[in-house]
């Protein structure tokens, strides 16, 4: 009968995210073609992802499959690398798109995902790139990036080695027209309402003002061309150049087609919509965006590491497996991992929801805990993020940063705000194929001269009528826009939605199941009734019981003195009692 081994993945590859890593699977296939191991898959053991091995003990002992599993591991681990953390300067999803395609063909890049929220993952062979020359590809694509496992407010950003400052130069102008801007609004939202201004003023002289010179209308549609074109034009010749074809290039060709008509006022009503449809997105994702800092804002940045006698303060993400840290009363834990010494209550409603502080005590054995051989007691276990009690503690981390239980929520957060809805995939790959085929019939028709008794003129009046006409601008604004409208909406009504494909899928629930703990109640407990034992007063035992409470920090005995204290007040302001004659 086989024997099991059981072996912790960080340990055989230190560098690999998560259990769903690529390397991870070639680890798998590498080991489970040696002689003598007969399955090798990955298992989760205490909500951490190990990799189990199935052996013949009759032809290798543990010992010859540990070592076998950490000779692949280091073989692969030295092959394959990755580049894990956040980038700054990703101005929306088009952008993040894009990017990632271009990271994609970078020579030696394996794999690249890249999200609109700036979160980055790279996968790399180190016999083609490096680390460091990927960075400076990151930076020639004009963004800043951090190894930090969390999205640092822009405020804080700190680029890291061989990054450039771009302060006040082009960079700084990309990002902030997606981020910043007037009145709390971005910048390209104000060109969007600038060009429909312009348009509507233009539009309105044009019809109601008789006998005025044309050239007042046509410099208004002029303005609303150079606002709401301006990012489209960007866009595209970003686009132009790695050789695809998408809404705002046809857009653009449209607009260009219908001032060659005359038709200014409705050309300018393209650009306007079109930009108006891609400021709104651009804004719910920057409000995406900062839900999620906000969120990464919940772990400190820096840890109090015990090194002997010492306590150094070390950034988050240079913790190791196996620090000992330091953590003082009422301060957020750094890391995710099991009490060494002191006893606390720790409130654990950042990440876990829970409503009431949990008790926390040192573990029975620290050797057994750190084996992961049993489950850490819930009495016993810590997670990055969760807020101390009055008890000051050390802690022992069980897992790197960039694995902690509250830097997954950040990339699942993440995931779920930036994750398009079935109508919004939809008209991407509707747009990768309709864009292609309306430039192509418009360059057929400008040649129906050709084959048509008619003069170029009037081909060319087809072709630009056919280019305005197919110019899906009610696409472009109306998915974004929807989205936009519905998030606010329930905004207002207390209700958080993350994105546009959790909205689009209200519409098929039929049955919604709500944890109650800390999401339906308020998580502030107070005394609801005082049953007094016979022949004690309730006022007696309040008094008793307050005195008593105010003693502790737990936030039931805090609780007791507070609420006991407000009824023993409203004693002492009740008449007293008169005795019947």
């Known amino acids: 009968m086989p024997n099991t081994v059981r ?91 894009r990017l990632e395609a271009a990271l994609a063909e970078e020579p030696g890049v ?6 609109v929220a700036g979160a980055l993952r790279l996968e790399f062979d180190h016999t083609r790139t490096s680390r460091d020359a990927l960075q400076q590809r990151l930076a020639d694509h004009r963004l800043r990036f951090s190894h930090s496992p969390f999205p640092p407010p822009p405020e804080r950003f700190e680029p890291e080695k061989g990054d450039h400052d771009h302060e006040g130069t082009g960079e700084h102008a990309d990002h902030d027209h997606a981020h910043g801007g007037v009145f709390g609004a971005n910048t390209e939202l104000v060109f969007a309402l600038g060009s429909g201004s312009a348009l509507g003023i233009g539009f309105a002289l044009e019809k ?44 653009l060709v449209a607009a260009a087609g219908a001032a060659a008509l005359g038709a200014w006022a409705e050309g300018a009503l393209l650009l306007f919509l079109f930009s108006l449809g891609h400021a709104l997105e651009h804004y719910a994702m920057g409000r995406a965006k900062r839900a999620i800092e906000a969120l990464a804002e919940l772990a400190p940045r820096t840890a109090r590491v015990r090194r002997g006698d010492d306590l150094i303060e070390t950034p988050v993400e ?43 005590q040192p573990v029975a054995d620290p050797a057994e805990a750190r084996s992961g051989r049993s489950s850490i007691a819930n009495t016993s276990a810590v997670f990055a993020g969760t807020i101390n009690g009055a008890g000051a503690i050390e802690i022992e981390t069980t897992r790197k940063s960039s694995d902690t239980t509250l830097a997954k929520v950040v990339r699942m957060v993440s995931e779920a705000e930036t994750q398009k809805s079935p109508t919004q995939r939809f008209t991407d790959k509707f747009e990768r194929i309709f864009v292609p085929v309306v430039l192509g019939l418009a360059f057929v028709l400008l040649f129906a001269w050709v084959v048509i008794d008619e003069p170029f003129r009037d081909s060319f009046y087809r072709a630009m009528a056919v280019l305005v006409a197919a110019s899906p601008c009610a696409l472009a604004i109306a998915t ?43 998580g502030r407990p107070r005394i609801t009734d005082i049953i007094p034992v016979q022949g004690t007063r309730e ?43």
């Not at 003990?57 to 692969?76: C, H, M, N, T, Y």
């Not at 394996?110 to 999200?115: K, S, V, Y």
């Not at 007042?216 to 695809?244: D, H, Q």
């Open 110 to 115: 394996l794999e690249a995902a890249l999200d």
């Open 480 to 522: 974004p826009s929807a989205v936009l409208s519905g998030v606010a909406r329930a905004a207002r009504a207390g209700v958080l939605i993350k994105g546009g494909a959790p909205l689009e899928n209200l519409g098929s629930l039929n049955a919604i199941a709500f944890d109650k703990t800390g999401t339906l109640t308020e």
């Open 318 to 360: 240079q913790l190791e497996i196996g620090d000992v840290i330091v953590v003082r009363p009422n301060e957020r834990l750094p890391a995710d991992g099991f009490v060494l010494l002191g006893t606390t209550s720790i409130n654990q409603a950042p990440v876990t929801g829970e409503s009431m502080p949990v008790d926390k």
């Open 208 to 251: 109601l003002v008789p006998g005025l010179s044309g050239w007042a209308p046509l410099t208004l549609f002029l303005v609303a061309y150079g606002l709401g074109g301006f990012f489209t034009v960007r866009e595209a010749i970003e686009n132009l150049k790695r050789g695809r074809f998408e809404i705002d290039t046809l857009m």
């Open 7 to 97: 072996m912790d993945i960080p340990v055989l590859l230190p560098e690999a995210p998560d259990a769903s890593d690529a390397c991870v699977e070639r680890l798998v296939k590498r080991l489970s073609s040696a002689p003598g191991l007969f399955q090798v898959h990955v298992a989760e053991t205490n909500g951490a992802s190990q990799l189990c091995l199935h052996y013949d003990p009759a032809a290798l002992s543990p010992a010859d499959v540990r070592r076998k599993a950490l000779q692949a591991g280091a073989e692969i681990s030295q092959r394959f690398g990755h580049l894990i953390g956040w980038v700054e300067g990703v101005r929306h999803a088009r952008h993040a798109r």
């Open 539 to 581: 006022a007696d035992l309040l008094s008793a019981a307050v005195a008593v409470e105010r003693l502790s920090d737990h936030p039931l005995a805090a609780a007791i003195a507070r609420d006991g204290a407000e009824r023993l007040g409203q004693f002492t302001r009740l008449p007293p009692q008169t005795s019947e004659a």
